[in-house]
């Protein structure tokens, strides 16, 4: 289970960092005769967990969001979806299934919660090196 959902979090953290980006950096890297680096390359993913990938993004669109960002899926909707798709007749692959849309659900919600962190703070940064002018009021 732990080895099975860190092949999903690499995976979600990296398409979130990546995502389509990579395929261009790729393809430039190839064009030029030069390995691509490192990190745009996708992690591994065995195929029998590339189901739960698709199943995170649909669960996905039950968070509720605000202004500090996205919450998390609630267990409601996964418990639901668990149940539709058949996950609740087997204790094993509801467990399993559990365990894997949480921990791709938390590095998500890192994910984004560092962008909203870096983003607060480059505007707080740039906020602070111009001050604010008055304009000149017009003697009309």
Same mark, same amino acid.
């Given at each position: 289970?732990?080895?099975?959902?860190?092949?999903?979090? $690499?995976?979600?953290?990296?398409?979130?960092?990546? *995502?389509?980006?990579?395929? @261009? %950096?790729?393809?430039?890297?190839?064009? +030029?005769?030069?390995?691509?680096?490192?990190?745009?390359?996708?992690?591994?993913?065995?195929?029998?967990?590339?189901?739960?990938?698709?199943?995170?993004?649909?669960?996905?669109?039950?968070?509720?969001?605000?202004?500090?960002?996205?919450?998390?899926?609630?267990?409601? $909707?996964?418990?639901?979806?668990?149940?539709?798709? *058949?996950?609740?007749?087997? @204790? %094993?692959?509801?467990?399993?299934?559990? +365990?894997?849309?949480?921990?791709?659900?938390?590095?998500?919600?890192?994910?984004?919660?560092?962008?909203?962190?870096?983003?607060?703070?480059?505007?707080?940064?740039?906020?602070?090196?111009?001050?604010?002018?008055?304009?000149?009021?017009?003697?009309?």
């Amino acid at each position: 289970g732990r080895r099975k959902s860190g092949f999903l979090r $690499a995976w979600i953290r990296w398409s979130l960092t990546w *995502g389509e980006k990579a395929s @261009v %950096l790729i393809k430039a890297a190839s064009d +030029a005769g030069v390995d691509p680096p490192a990190s745009a390359v996708p992690p591994e993913l065995p195929v029998h967990l590339e189901s739960y990938i698709s199943e995170f993004w649909t669960l996905s669109s039950c968070r509720v969001s605000s202004q500090a960002g996205p919450g998390p899926i609630p267990w409601t $909707a996964m418990d639901q979806y668990a149940e539709r798709c *058949g996950y609740a007749d087997n @204790v %094993l692959l509801y467990e399993d299934f559990l +365990a894997y849309m949480t921990a791709l659900d938390f590095e998500y919600l890192a994910v984004m919660h560092e962008e909203i962190s870096k983003k607060t703070k480059a505007a707080e940064s740039k906020s602070n090196r111009a001050p604010a002018t008055q304009p000149k009021r017009s003697k009309w």
